[in-house]
């Protein structure tokens, strides 16, 4: 709550906000039991807001806002709710290796006074690098706890690799939309072709379209493109080798590469 008045919430409005946080309280059951073996007692939540609220992650955001000041200036932080990423950049092995584990140090002294704690099992660390450049092999380490090198990531729905190639993201789209051809030529026989162009865009074009300013120029990302042509001619019964120019301008589809 003290938060609040540091970023100039105060008075009614402050007081709308302590009534929705405080107060609340919990139990766990097992299975849904309501027997009062597989049920514990009613417990009052003291710290932490509302899982899956509207207000929770905003909330969440103004708790651990001043988290990025712990670090050295030449780093940066990013805040999503409770995904944080830390970015550190080193021109050499041994400077780099020191910068990284003195920011883990930093770090995890503010986690415990703010009544937070690392996760260190879904916690990763990717060395972004050129493909021609060798590795650093980090090692990461706080107390007795180490933190995994991984050669790639996912964040907010992205699967980041140390190069940024995109294969990996590229892949992982493709197999979804390999499903969704299997699916729309199962209901091609029963569904009218406007059905079925409603399906694609409820389910394949916001896949493929996702995050597209990021991948969409690797050298990979033409096999998406097939696949999209592919799914056109699903829609169509057009035939393999058939053009699709015509048939995406009048279904009014953008191509990938648009």
Not at 44 to 54: A, C, D, F, Q
Not at 227 to 240: A, F, G, M, P, Y
Request: hydrophobic fraction near 35%; include cysteine; glycine fraction near 4%.
């Amino acid at each position: 709550m003290n938060n609040l008045e540091f970023y100039g919430i105060e008075g009614k409005f402050k007081t709308l906000i302590t009534s929705y946080l405080t107060g609340r309280y919990q139990k766990v059951t097992l299975n849904n039991n309501t027997n009062t073996n597989s049920a514990s007692k009613w417990e009052r939540i003291k710290n932490g807001v509302l899982e899956g609220s509207i207000l929770g992650p905003l909330f969440f955001l103004l708790y651990i806002n001043d988290l990025p000041k712990v670090i050295a200036k030449n780093n940066s932080m990013v805040l999503f709710t409770d995904d944080t990423s830390l970015l550190i950049t080193g021109f050499n092995k041994l400077d780099f290796n020191i910068n990284i584990n003195q920011s883990l140090h930093s770090i995890i002294p503010w986690f415990n006074n703010n009544l937070l704690t690392l996760n260190f099992n879904k916690t990763h660390c990717v060395e972004f690098r050129t493909k021609n450049y060798y590795q650093v092999k980090t090692t990461v380490k706080y107390e007795l706890k180490d933190i995994s090198i991984s050669t790639e990531t996912k964040f907010l729905g992205l699967i980041i690799n140390e190069t940024l190639s995109w294969n990996q993201h590229i892949d992982q789209i493709a197999t979804k939309v390999c499903s969704a051809c299997y699916a729309l030529r199962n209901l091609k026989p029963v569904v009218p072709q406007s059905t079925l162009r409603t399906i694609y865009y409820s389910y394949t074009h916001s896949i493929l379209s996702y995050s597209i300013i990021f991948w969409g120029r690797s050298s990979n990302a033409n096999k998406l493109f097939i696949l999209q042509k592919k799914i056109v001619r699903i829609i169509t019964n057009s035939r393999v080798r058939e053009s699709c120019r015509e048939t995406l301008k009048n279904m009014q589809i953008m191509t990938l590469c648009s």
